[in-house]
T-cell receptor
Framework: NAGVTQTPKFQVLKTGQSMTLQCAQDMNHNSMYWYRQDPGMGLRLIYYSASEGTTDKGEVPNGYNVSRLNKREFSLRLESAAPSQTSVYFC?????????????FGSGTRLTVV | DQQVKQNSPSLSVQEGRISILNCDYTNSMFDYFLWYKKYPAEGPTFLIS?????DKNEDGRFTVFLNKSAKHLSLHIVPSQPGDSAVYFC????????????FGKGMKLTVNP
C-alpha cells in the first residue's frame, strides 16, 4: 500500500550507542518530517525537510541529525543515544505548502534507551 | 509556551451520544486547523480540517467548528461509536505560510458500548 514506511518498528539502545531511523514515502511528496511523541507532550517536531536537499530544525532538534537522501527518503540519526530520547518517533510526509495540508504518517518507531 | 492546547486529557461518552473535543490556540497567525486520530501502535491519521475563512466544516459524523475571536475550535462526533475510541490531536498551521503543523497534546476519547 502507498504511504510512509518506517524502519525499524522497535529498537533498544544502550546509552551512547548510535542508530539511524529510516523513513521512505512513495507518494511523491515534497515535504517530510520527523516527530517524537512522549506521554503528556503530544507530537513535537524534531526536523523537517520542505524539499529534496533542504532540512531545517523543528522544536526539539538537539541530539539528532537528519538526511534527506532523495525525494523519497528522510532519515533521522541519533549519534549518541540518551535515556531522554526514549520515545515513539513518527515520520510524516506532505505535498507541501500548496497541498490540503494533510500529513501522512508512518506507523512509528518505538525507541528505548537504557 | 504551548501554542495549541487541548486542556482535557480524556473524555468518556456512551455509544450514540455526542462527543465534543475542544482545542484552543494562542497564535493568531494560524490559518488552518486539522484534527488527527491515533489508534495504539499506529501513526496518526488525518480526520478533518477547517480553514480560518470558515466557521464550520462537516464530514459525515464529524463536524469541526471554529471560533476565531475566541481562538477556539471543537470537534463534534455524532453519533459516537466504539470504533471512535482513540487519541485525537488538534493541529494548526500558518505562521506566515509555514507548512509545519503544531500539535496539541492530544485527548483520549473512550466510547462505551
Amino acid at each position: 500500500n502507498a504511504g510512509v514506511t518506517q524502519t525499524p518498528k522497535f529498537q533498544v539502545l544502550k546509552t551512547g550507542q548510535s542508530m539511524t531511523l529510516q523513513c521512505a514515502q512513495d507518494m511523491n511528496h515534497n515535504s517530510m518530517y520527523w516527530y517524537r511523541q512522549d506521554p503528556g507532550m503530544g507530537l513535537r517536531l524534531i526536523y523537517y525537510s520542505a524539499s529534496e536537499g533542504t532540512t531545517d530544525k523543528g522544536e526539539v532538534p538537539n541530539g539528532y541529525n537528519v538526511s534527506r537522501l532523495n525525494k523519497r527518503e528522510f532519515s533521522l540519526r541519533l549519534e549518541s543515544a540518551a535515556p531522554s530520547q526514549t520515545s515513539v518517533y513518527f515520520c510524516a510526509s506532505s505535498r507541501g505548502a500548496d497541498s490540503d495540508y494533510g500529513y501522512t504518517f508512518g506507523s512509528g518507531t518505538r525507541l528505548t534507551v537504557v | 509556551d504551548q501554542q495549541v492546547k487541548q486542556n482535557s486529557p480524556s473524555l468518556s461518552v456512551q455509544e450514540g451520544r455526542i462527543s465534543i473535543l475542544n482545542c484552543d490556540y494562542t497564535n493568531s497567525m494560524f490559518d488552518y486547523f486539522l484534527w488527527y486520530k491515533k489508534y495504539p501502535a499506529e501513526g496518526p491519521t488525518f480526520l478533518i480540517s477547517i480553514s480560518s475563512i470558515k466557521d464550520k466544516n462537516e464530514d459525515g459524523r464529524f463536524t469541526v467548528f471554529l471560533n476565531k475571536s475566541a481562538k477556539h475550535l471543537s470537534l463534534h462526533i455524532v453519533p459516537s461509536q466504539p470504533g471512535d475510541s482513540a487519541v485525537y490531536f488538534c493541529a494548526a498551521l500558518g505562521q506566515g505560510g509555514s507548512e509545519k503543523l503544531v500539535f496539541g497534546k492530544g485527548m483520549k476519547l473512550t466510547v462505551n458500548p
